[in-house]
């Protein structure tokens, strides 16, 4: 799981987000009320994401037990495991553990595709918000001289908004792909088990009940 968080570009419990607003660090008047709520909204539900991850946990562990339980029922027999039945135990711990990495991955996953969705909607916010600052100050000049003003200062829509919008739709995008290979991966293993158990009518008929 490590090795995507930081291509995630997650945020971690004590990571610092740095607030360039230009205001001296005391206490009176440090925040606005939009700071705040950009603090709020980039500290995660640690104990949300807490039981999240430990119901995840408890129920893969059920399905491996589950699937322990049926190895010991089909030994009973005495003669060992059939290759039929072999491959299909293998298969379905595979799929157990899969699903639940997936379901652990999703749970960071939605969080951050939020934090990338919410990052587009406020650049387009500070977008306008630049253009109408623009306004204000330069009453004397056209839109389009203002505009031009700040582009001359840095502030152009394509470094406000349309050059962070399309980096954070890259980001959902690769959030995107890792949840497609799972689910491929996952559509593929089930598939397999599905083969087997229609070749194999007796453990079909013990697995299917």
């Known amino acids: 799981m490590s090795k995507w968080a930081g291509k995630l570009g997650s945020r971690y419990p004590g990571e610092i987000c740095i607030i360039k607003n230009g205001k001296p660090h005391d206490m009176t008047g440090f925040l606005t009320a939009e700071e705040q709520d950009f603090i709020r909204m980039n500290t ?26 049926l190895r010991k029922k089909l030994l009973k027999g005495g003669g060992g495991l059939s290759p039929s039945q072999k491959i299909y135990l293998d298969a379905a711990e595979a ?23 919410q990052a587009i909607e406020d650049t387009g916010k500070l977008w306008q918000n630049t253009v109408k600052a623009g306004d204000s100050i330069g009453t004397l000049l056209s839109h389009s001289e203002v505009l031009g003003a700040l ?4 502030a152009d829509e394509g470094r406000v908004k349309i050059i962070p919008t399309a980096e954070y739709t890259a980001k959902i995008s690769e ?3 890792i949840e497609q290979e799972y689910n491929e991966l996952i559509g593929k293993i089930q598939s397999s088990i ?3 158990l229609d070749t194999d009518r007796e453990l079909a008929q013990l697995i299917r009940g």
């Open 95 to 117: 799929l157990a553990l899969t699903k639940g990495m997936k379901r652990t991955l999703q749970v960071d996953i939605s969080a951050i595709k939020k934090m990338y969705k």
């Open 44 to 69: 995660p539900d640690l104990n949300k994401r807490y039981v999240e991850l430990q119901q995840i946990n408890k129920e893969t562990k059920k399905q491996l037990n589950d699937l322990d339980v």
């Open 194 to 196: 599905n083969k087997q």
């Open 151 to 154: 582009m001359s200062g840095g």
């Open 175 to 177: 959030l995107t792909a």
